[in-house]
């Protein structure tokens, strides 16, 4: 069987194809095909049902690349994904808007269906709770969509905030004052707010007051008016932390919260305040939760090779114990 693709100039081709034909050499392997750029064509042949889904990712490959997107394999490996489920036509919907752009130029968009809805309940709702795995985004995703709040005034301030989880450690023995314990905790929104801002500009407002980074802890007896306030690592709250810090939001704020409830740090006899909120929220308006999965995953091709390794490694292993 054979489908027949017309693909416009050879910049679309060398896009489509990718770096030594890499990105075609991927939809092959996966669906079992063969592809083939003639006469302006693109012609895919194999098993009925294989060469149709190929047609229908290579398809939407093209519709990514007709907006100037640049393809390569993490963007292939999920609409081959979108494909297989069905999903393919929901490609037209990623990468249509720019949440924030960073200080180096480059503009941050949802890149799985799941992130766009993640990123539409921010804009929506005033509370959205974010829920999934790591590497979706869900904390970078949240800090772009304050800094684009913050840059279009429509806040004052934007405050980041996390609970200061001991791993096996006491903060009182590490290093240094009080900010110095509990800096390593908050690293990553650190992290996340100089790729927006960079340095010097993150620095500047935070001497002014206009950004704040402190952990959970700082947050009771306050209310927060005209702010954009994210609590990350969420999963890692108790129930009366959850309810101290949802209740700071004051007027003209908007609030994320963010956490993977597959990973609690927590001791075994207290119940996270992220899981109990995800149940007792969920049909308050005015509050948005979004549950991400590993479809929405985005890392380096490299980190994501080195994961299926090791799952590979480790289901082989266990496959032998049996």
Do not use: W
């Amino acid at each position: 069987m054979e489908q027949r693709i017309e693909i416009e100039g050879l910049e679309q081709a060398a896009n489509i194809f990718g770096s030594f034909d890499e990105n075609i050499r991927l939809i092959e392997t996966e669906f079992q095909v063969a592809v083939a750029n003639r006469d302006g064509e693109l012609r895919i042949s194999g098993d009925a049902g294989d060469a149709a889904l190929a047609a229908k990712a290579i398809r939407a490959l093209l519709t990514l690349s007709g907006r100037g997107e640049n393809i390569g394999e993490q963007t292939v490996r999920y609409v081959i994904g979108l494909a297989r489920s069905g999903q393919e036509d929901k490609v037209s919907e990623l990468n249509q808007d720019v949440i924030c752009i960073t200080a180096k130029g480059r503009p941050v968009k949802a890149k799985t269906i799941g992130q766009k809805r993640y990123v539409n309940s921010i804009e929506k709702n005033t509370v959205t709770i974010g829920v999934g795995p790591a590497g979706t985004g869900k904390t970078y995703l949240a800090v772009a969509a304050a800094v684009s709040a913050f840059r279009d005034k429509q806040v004052n301030r934007i405050i980041l905030t996390r609970p200061a989880v001991e791993a096996g450690e006491r903060l009182g023995f590490l290093p240094g004052d009080l900010q110095s314990k509990v800096d390593p905790y908050l690293r990553p929104l650190y992290d996340a707010l100089f790729d927006m801002l960079g340095a010097e500009t993150y620095q500047k407002y935070l001497d002014r007051g206009n950004i704040e980074v402190a952990p959970l802890a700082y947050m009771r007896g306050r209310t927060l008016d005209d702010s954009f306030i994210i609590l990350d690592e969420a999963q890692n709250t108790s129930r009366e932390q959850m309810k101290m810090f949802l209740t700071r939001m004051g007027f003209g704020s908007k609030v994320v919260i963010t956490g993977d409830v597959t990973q609690i740090d927590l001791p075994t006899d207290k119940t996270s305040g992220l899981k109990e909120a995800v149940r007792v929220l969920k049909n308050v308006e005015g509050i948005g939760i979004c549950e991400l999965t590993s479809q929405d995953v985005v890392r380096h091709v490299m980190v994501q090779r080195i994961i299926k390794a090791y799952d590979d490694y480790y289901n082989y292993n266990n496959k032998k114990k049996r």
